[in-house]
């Protein structure tokens, strides 16, 4: 049988690069990411990793190193980072058919029937290809598993950054470079289970390697058998080239401001739910109930606390999103009380199913005759969002002056998905 060649392609500092991509002054500079709220960092340039700003870390208990070291902070910006994501992923699809796009930042590749003479060679061009074409610079990790393809990666990221492409298949030994793998670092191994197979003494990818799979099976489940299988070269997981259906969709966020107010909250539970209907038409998908929770915040104890959730049943699964207000609405009402500070809201979708499968009463025409109309008017919502502006055409619920709008001071343009916001050139130099 025909050893597989799988590939993992990882964007450098996904979000950071973004922002570099429109900003040539960023290049060598520290750069940091902010969470929805610019509350904490989500993702770091190398420069600020090398400061020792971690992950997540609140900003302002980082703020005076952040000054001391010029660092480069900006707000989220995730329509950007999607549709550079996607310009990645499909600069990918132009040289490799089979490709499964695990993250917004990552994709396996399967290489095992392109017929190529140097599989390393043909990724380091690969890797030059995506960076010219979209200005986003990647790592290429390859292995005759997946477990191993990530493995490389990770050896490509911190071993082997100069060149930014490892091969296990090019090495007569590659148990020498498996031990310098934390057994962590693994894909399919949590930190619970890390801390325990280091009990045990399996410090590093070599050692899970070797390791008793009757012992591992009994301990980390079939699950951890197949990392060790794995680890050994034999395949366990295919290339999904189609995403698994959604448990749920789910729109949060945290708010600017506190919000007091029943109506400032009903604006935003409507924007929030607007925002799940589209995604649920995107993936073809209804949504038999809706979650609707409210919180205060839970790290300032000298306000009152209060935090409550409710589960509203859809009398038919729905993505309209007309139907879909209404319910979050009637939610809402259901837990809001006066007399607290709220810091978040959200709104779940959930017991999604195929739009598909939908059903209508055989014996009532006028209910199929409103759901097609109301479902070309949703289609004519979303044509116009996605053409003119996300929000060009949205409920009057949902209010015009958007008070509880997240803090987001240090965002930059949406210079690929905004015609206002375009990058413009001066033509007087």
């Known amino acids: 049988m025909k050893s597989k060649i799988f590939a993992l392609v990882d964007c450098n500092n996904f979000y950071a690069s973004c922002e570099r991509v429109f900003n040539g002054k960023l290049v060598g500079r520290p750069v940091a990411v902010l969470s929805n ?3 904490c960092i989500i993702a770091r340039s190398n420069e600020v990793k090398e400061l020792g700003i971690p992950m997540g870390a609140p900003i302002y208990q980082w703020q005076e190193m952040i000054e001391r070291n010029n660092v480069v902070v900006f707000s989220a910006n995730f329509p950007l980072y999607g549709d550079m994501s996607h310009r990645v992923m499909a600069t990918l699809a132009e040289f490799v058919p089979d490709i499964e796009i695990y993250s917004i930042d990552e994709a396996f590749l399967d290489l095992t029937n392109l017929h190529i003479p140097n599989v390393t060679e043909f990724c380091k061009e690969l890797k030059a290809t995506v960076e ?9 990790g390859i292995g005759s598993s997946k477990t191993l393809a990530k493995a490389a990666n990770k050896l490509a990221k911190k071993k082997f ?11 007569n030994n590659p148990d020498k470079y498996l031990e310098m793998l934390e057994v962590e670092d693994l ?5 619970k289970h890390a801390k325990f197979l280091f009990r045990h003494n399996i410090n590093n990818a070599k050692d899970l390697k070797y390791a008793d799979q009757g012992f591992i099976r009994k301990w980390l489940s079939v699950m951890g058998q197949r ?3 794995e680890l050994n070269g034999t395949c ?7 995403p698994k259906p959604k448990k749920n969709i789910a729109f949060t966020r945290s708010f600017g401001h506190y919000q007091e107010t029943y109506e400032q909250l009903e604006e935003a539970v409507s924007y929030f739910t607007r925002k799940i209907g589209e995604k649920l038409r995107k993936e073809e998908a209804l949504a038999s109930f809706l979650q609707i929770f409210l919180l205060t915040n839970l790290h300032n104890d000298k306000l009152p606390q209060y935090h409550n959730s409710v589960i509203v049943r859809l009398f038919k699964p729905s993505n309209n999103s007309i139907t879909l207000i209404k319910a979050a609405i009637k939610g809402l009402k259901a837990i809001f009380k006066e007399g607290y500070k709220y810091k978040k809201a959200g709104v779940i979708s959930l017991g999604l199913i195929p739009e598909s499968h939908k059903q209508y009463d055989l014996f009532i025409d006028p209910e199929f005759e409103q759901a097609l109309q109301q479902s070309n008017l949703m289609d004519t919502l979303d044509k116009i969002n996605r053409k003119v502006d996300a929000d060009a055409v949205k409920f009057a619920v949902e209010g015009v002056r958007r008070e509880w709008w997240m803090n987001q001071t240090r965002k930059s343009p949406r210079y690929t998905t905004s015609w206002k916001e375009i990058p413009l050139i001066d033509s007087s130099r």
């Open 37 to 39: 709220n610019d509350g």
């Open 132 to 140: 010219k074409w979209t200005g986003i610079p990647v790592s290429i």
């Open 161 to 171: 950054r100069n060149v930014g492409v490892f091969n296990f298949q090019d090495h």
């Open 187 to 191: 894909w399919g191994i949590g930190r």
């Open 227 to 229: 990392v060790v299988l």
């Open 236 to 242: 366990c997981y295919e290339l999904e080239k189609l």
